[in-house]
């Protein structure tokens, strides 16, 4: 078989599942990692004789596919802020609004300073890491409750030669003395159980619900808990810097009481969406 009779055999297999153009990005990823083939390449050499192996190969990321396991994990990586971090469905995938969080957070720090930064619910690492690759001085430090999580921000960090201090705790629980951060950041859980109709079967079934849901009635636990370290382990000047719940822009807000914070800001997509927050310690 040639590859494209291969190109052709998984559009067949997969159509009416996901949109064509998607079907197509999946081939040119798989045949990228596979073949070491850049999408040009998939056209100028589509004579290229497959091997049974790499048939085989090919069924196997269809089956998976069909369940609407995200490729991510199938193939293992994915890219965050121009670095390639390794994923599993122990970690979120990182989505590009946290690369706006990131991108912000760079655009009003001074990267010759050495600060100390805590990343909250680090997941793969994706926050941490392209902090610390853009703030060589800094020291980043990446919490998490799970340790299948931390190990693979470890590994992340290893990866694109950075250094993380990974703290393994729950953020709920977390008592510590006083820490003296420059910046606390956080990507925390925000979807309410309610909102888990909405969601694509890729995200709802398979990526991990530590890291997605809170309950209906308390949706900012973890914003609150927080806000309320940061009091204690944030530098008079420091930042707090959150992704925030859409629908729970201003309720976030309230969170930072006047005597403790100032200089809130609420941020919105292109959509006119809420979706960042940054407060600042008096
Ligand atoms: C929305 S994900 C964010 C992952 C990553 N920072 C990103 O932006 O892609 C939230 C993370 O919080 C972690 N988490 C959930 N509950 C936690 C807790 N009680 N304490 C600390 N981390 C927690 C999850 O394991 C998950 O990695």
Redesign the pocket.
């Known amino acids: 078989m040639q590859l494209k009779s291969l190109h052709n055999f998984f559009q067949n297999g997969l159509i009416g599942y996901y949109p064509k153009e998607e079907i197509n990005a999946f081939f040119y990823r798989i045949c990228e990692q596979h073949f070491d083939y850049k999408r040009i390449d998939v056209h100028l050499k589509s004579e290229t004789l497959i091997s049974a192996e790499t048939f085989e190969y090919f069924e196997t990321l269809i089956s998976r596919l069909l369940t609407y396991e995200p490729i991510q994990y199938i193939l293992g990586t994915t890219s ?1 802020f121009g670095l390639e971090f390794k994923v599993d469905d122990n ?5 590009p609004e ?1 690369e706006e ?1 990131v991108a912000w957070i760079l655009k009003q720090t001074d990267s010759s300073q050495a600060l100390k930064i805590l ?10 890491i392209s902090l610390a690759k853009h703030l060589p001085n800094a020291m980043v430090y990446a ?4 340790p299948a ?1 931390l190990k693979i921000a470890q590994h992340n960090a290893q990866h694109n030669a950075v250094q993380l201090k990974c703290i393994e ?6 008592t510590t003395a006083a820490h003296a951060f420059d910046i606390i950041v ?5 979807v309410r159980e309610r909102e888990k109709e909405r969601m694509a079967p890729n995200v709802l079934e398979h990526e ?1 619900h ?3 849901f809170v309950e209906n009635d308390n949706p900012l636990i ?1 914003y609150k808990a927080i806000v309320g370290l940061s009091k204690i382990n944030l530098k008079k000047e420091g930042f707090v810097y959150f ?1 925030i719940n859409e629908y729970l822009g201003e309720d976030t807000k309230a969170l930072f009481s006047s005597t403790d914070f100032d200089d809130l800001q609420l941020k919105t997509d292109i959509f006119g969406k809420h979706r960042m927050i940054r407060a600042t310690k008096r």
Do not use: K
């Open positions: 965050f970690v979120l995938i990182p989505r946290t969080l990343d909250i619910g680090t997941g793969s690492g994706c926050i941490a919490l998490d409750v799970s999580a705790a729950d953020i709920l629980e977390w956080s990507n925390p859980p925000y991990p530590l890291a997605l973890f992704e």
